[in-house]
Nanobody, 118 residues
Framework: QVQLVESGGGLVQPGGSLRLSCAAS????????MGWYRQAPGKQRELVAG???????NYAESVKGRFTISRDNAKNTVYLQMNSLKPEDTAVYYC????????????WGQGTQVTGAS
């Protein structure tokens, strides 16, 4: 069983930056994919960014060019660097992981709040 713990959220001014971290209790080396979803008040959870084991990444259109996802297998950690933050980026950000051979998300973190000041 893998546990995911997010950190790095907070309040940020428009145009500011934050780096979210997702630390896994076990090895992430075998995880097929990891990434981040977010959920704003009154809205559905949406995919923000994902990274697969080979290193390929994908991003929501709304964050392309501003957010960067990366993974450090040695530290069992996935990061989300968020630059040029906007008030509409305000949401709870959740880390996820897809186990080897799985077609669905197997693990979720508890979430970390990101608030973009308006």
């Amino acid at each position: 069983q893998v546990q995911l713990v997010e950190s790095g959220g907070g309040l940020v001014q428009p145009g500011g930056s934050l780096r979210l971290s997702c630390a896994a209790s076990g090895s992430i080396f075998s995880m097929y994919a990891m990434g981040w979803y977010r959920q704003a008040p009154g809205k559905q959870r949406e995919l923000v960014a994902g990274i697969i084991s080979g290193g390929s990444t994908n991003y929501a259109e709304s964050v392309k060019g501003r957010f960067t996802i990366s993974r450090d297998n040695a530290k069992n950690t996935v990061y989300l660097q968020m630059n040029s933050l906007k008030p509409e980026d305000t949401a709870v950000y959740y880390c996820y992981a897809v186990g080897p051979g799985s077609a669905t998300i197997n693990y979720w973190g508890q979430g970390t709040q990101v608030t973009g000041a308006s």
